[in-house]
């Protein structure tokens, strides 16, 4: 078992930049060595990847619409992933999960059922 839980969310001005963390728990027996994602669900839509990061840290992914303004980084002593994004648009609202991926093959970061735990979320809101 994997507990996880997302913090760093809040209300924004569109241009302005929020850090997510996401910190895991639980299962130490394996240690940190499974890859984690980002995702996210604005109202009405489908949860959507945005990002994800292998145990290492050497090989991260990410959606289209948030390259190069999205960073996804971890931090295996402290057993915590963040996400840093910069230049956030009204279309980045949404609640952020993070996820654990520690049952299936590597590879696939961007389908959500290849992930095992979630976490609560946490909501990004930026203003226009």
């Known amino acids: 078992q994997v507990h996880l839980v997302e913090s760093g ?4 001005q569109a241009g302005a930049s929020l850090k997510l963390s996401c910190v895991a728990s639980g299962r130490s027996n394996i240690g940190s060595r499974y890859p984690m994602g980002w995702f996210r669900q604005a109202p009405g839509k489908e ?3 945005v990002a994800a990061i ?3 840290g050497d090989n991260t992914y990410y ?8 960073t996804v980084s971890r931090d295996n002593a402290k057993s915590t992933m963040y996400l840093q994004m910069n230049s956030l648009k009204p279309e980045d609202t949404a609640v952020y999960y993070c996820a654990a991926k520690l049952f299936s093959p590597p590879g696939n970061y961007e389908y959500a059922n290849q992930y095992d ?3 609560q979320g946490t909501q990004v ?3 226009s």
Do not use: A, I, M
């Open 125 to 127: 809101t930026v203003s």
């Open 9 to 12: 969310g809040g209300l924004v």
């Open 54 to 56: 292998t145990w290492s």
């Open 47 to 49: 949860r959507e990847f």
């Open 63 to 70: 959606v289209d619409s948030v390259k190069g303004r999205f």
């Open 117 to 119: 735990y979630w976490g």
